[in-house]
């Protein structure tokens, strides 16, 4: 190469980095524990020191996950009385759902979860899918609570979402935890 081309390239590749540096993308930086408070600079630059991730939006994540415990249900709260509009509504409905097992029947500290996924329609896509039960619990008992969480949601079904809300939580996974914490000896 010539000296004459290599000025060239010189000025091209110049040109170009300011040209990139003449519009920053917004971003956010993940910064050290040296940088101190309020380290989230605005842009991404080629000359900034730390590591820069392109600010956007994160999805839901691969599932919504619930938690219910028997005795935050005991006093049975009412069901919404609304079409179901936010994840707040559809687990506040599912915890109203809960009925579980009679005393006589249960296992304190009995731990089920499920997965389940529903249509936008509302309707389940299939039964409910049992991911976790608590080691050691007798089989008898696995299948008590195994009754008791579907009578519990298929008693609920449909569930009444809107359009909107409907779309978006079609298909997606709903891992529901149910946690059995009553005192079974006041009962």
Same mark, same amino acid.
């Given at each position: 190469?010539?000296?004459?081309?290599?000025?060239?390239?010189l000025?091209?590749?110049?040109?170009?980095?300011?040209?990139?540096?003449?519009?920053?993308?917004?971003a956010?930086?993940?910064?050290? +524990?040296?940088?101190?408070?309020?380290?989230?600079?605005?842009?991404?630059?080629?000359?900034?020191?730390?590591?820069?991730?392109?600010?956007?939006?994160?999805?839901?994540?691969?599932?919504?996950?619930?938690?219910?415990?028997?005795?935050?249900?005991?006093?049975?709260?009412?069901?919404p009385?609304?079409?179901?509009?936010?994840?707040?509504?559809?687990?506040?409905?599912?915890?109203?759902?809960?009925?579980?097992?009679?005393?006589?029947?249960?296992?304190?500290?009995?731990?089920?979860?499920?997965?389940?996924?529903?249509?936008?329609?509302?309707?389940?896509?299939?039964?409910?899918? +049992?991911?976790?039960?608590?080691?050691?619990?007798?089989?008898?008992?696995?299948?008590?609570?195994?009754?008791?969480?579907d009578?519990?949601?298929?008693?609920?079904?449909?569930?009444?979402?809107?359009?909107?809300?409907?779309?978006?939580?079609?298909?997606?996974?709903?891992m529901?935890?149910?946690?059995?914490?009553?005192?079974?000896?006041?009962?």
């Open positions: 190469m010539t000296l004459n081309s290599r000025s060239i390239l000025a091209i590749a110049l040109a170009l980095g300011s040209f990139a540096a003449s519009a920053p993308a917004q956010v930086t993940m910064c050290g +524990l040296l940088d101190g408070p309020g380290c989230v600079p605005t842009y991404c630059s080629v000359t900034d020191p730390h590591t820069c991730l392109p600010d956007q939006d994160f999805p839901f994540g691969d599932n919504l996950r619930l938690t219910i415990d028997t005795r935050s249900t005991e006093a049975a709260p009412p069901k009385d609304h079409d179901l509009n936010t994840l707040h509504d559809l687990f506040f409905m599912l915890r109203a759902c809960w009925t579980p097992p009679a005393a006589d029947e249960a296992l304190k500290g009995m731990q089920m979860t499920v997965r389940v996924s529903y249509k936008r329609s509302g309707d389940m896509i299939s039964a409910p899918q +049992l991911t976790y039960v608590l080691e050691g619990a007798a089989p008898q008992i696995r299948d008590t609570y195994r009754d008791a969480i009578n519990s949601l298929s008693s609920c079904a449909p569930l009444h979402f809107t359009n909107g809300f409907g779309g978006a939580i079609a298909g997606r996974p709903i529901i935890r149910y946690v059995d914490d009553r005192d079974l000896t006041k009962q």
